[in-house]
């Protein structure tokens, strides 16, 4: 195989990666957010924006590389992307912004800290909300012609974007709560408890509802699964899935092993994101076309990925660190100031 076959697989996977790892990561911050609501007063919202603070910023980076990634090496999936998906995107930056501000304005607020703890909330759930619309819409597949995109600016729209949305903030408001029993203890520990076990049966159903919508949808991705005898060896993921939901919802409903209900849903996190990959694979955009028609030419991907041979052991590094250093459960008296 030559370099035009191999790097366009390369990157995608390194995009991939860099998906994931932000929706692992940065999913429980927005997650805790999603969540603000619920907390029953200043001080415990204090408590549950302390848990992430020292960490949450440094997981924007698998935002930017993912973005810059697609960028880059396939340009003109980029295109194709930002044309048809502006509005859901404009909208998730916005809310990035307001959520980001909002965390470090309100530590130092005094008469406006609810004001700001409302910012934190709204700019979370209106980021959580488009990156799933973006989701759906991506899982739909785009208008297309000649490699351009046709659509209007309304394309994205649809009742299975709308329900991925929803299926999203959902699905971060479990990563937050399970956050919380991992790092925390008493009355908050209690609270996030009280919230998983609801939101793991939540999460569950949007999962079945949007894995029964698919063969509905003008879309190569159910064909993916089912022709060829694909589904025989594609087969492992959903079934992972659903032994995972299962040891989640006892994870949820025992007292006791803190670590497990967030480890569980980030395995639940990165099947469906599997399961995902898998399906739309080889397109980058569905729903026709290929890493390989979007790539970059060999030389630019390839001068590129000198770059990331550096960039990601160090992006993963300081990763790695500052979880490693900030470990531990945080008490409801510890302060980010």
């Excluded at 509802?209 to 005898?229: C, H, K, Q």
């Excluded at 032994?243 to 967030?262: E, I, K």
Aim: aromatic residues 14%.
């Amino acid at each position: 195989m030559d370099m035009a076959t191999v790097l366009p697989v390369v990157w995608f996977g390194v995009i991939g990666f860099g998906v994931l790892m932000y929706v692992l990561l940065d999913g429980f911050v927005l997650g805790l957010g999603i969540l603000a609501p619920f907390a029953e007063d200043e001080h415990q919202l204090d408590h549950m924006m302390n848990t992430a603070a020292p960490i949450w910023d440094g997981n924007e980076t698998w935002l930017v590389l993912g973005g810059a990634g697609l960028l880059a090496a396939f340009p003109k999936a980029y295109a194709v992307v930002l044309s048809a998906l502006y509005l859901p995107v404009l909208l998730m930056l916005i809310a990035l912004v307001f959520r980001g501000v909002a965390f470090e304005f309100r530590f130092k607020a005094r008469r406006a800290k609810p004001a700001w703890g409302a910012a934190f909330a709204l700019g979370s759930m209106f980021a959580a909300f488009a990156q799933g619309v973006i989701l759906g819409a991506l899982v739909e597949g785009m208008p297309m012609q000649g490699g351009k995109y046709v659509g209007g600016a309304f394309s994205w729209f649809s009742p299975f974007s709308m329900l991925t949305g929803v299926a999203v903030l959902f699905g971060y408001a479990l990563l937050g709560a399970t956050w919380l029993v991992l790092k925390t203890d008493g009355r908050m520990q209690q609270v996030a408890r009280g919230l998983t076990r609801p939101l793991v049966l939540v999460v569950v159903a949007f999962m079945g509802l949007v894995s029964a919508w698919l063969p509905f949808l003008d879309s190569r991705i159910m064909a993916r699964w089912f022709e060829s005898g694909n589904f025989w060896w594609l087969a492992p993921v959903p079934l992972l899935a659903l032994l995972n939901a299962f040891a989640l919802w006892r994870a949820a409903m025992r007292q006791g092993g803190d670590a497990a209900p967030f480890v569980l849903t980030l395995c639940f996190f990165a099947l469906g994101f599997a399961g995902l990959v898998l399906g739309i694979w080889p397109n980058i955009v569905p729903p026709a076309m290929s890493i390989w028609d979007a790539a970059s030419p060999p030389s630019s991907q390839g001068f590129l990925l000198v770059g990331l041979v550096v960039l990601l052991p160090a992006i993963l590094g300081y990763t790695f660190w500052s979880y490693r250093v900030f470990r531990g459960k945080v008490a409801a008296d510890a302060g980010y100031h």
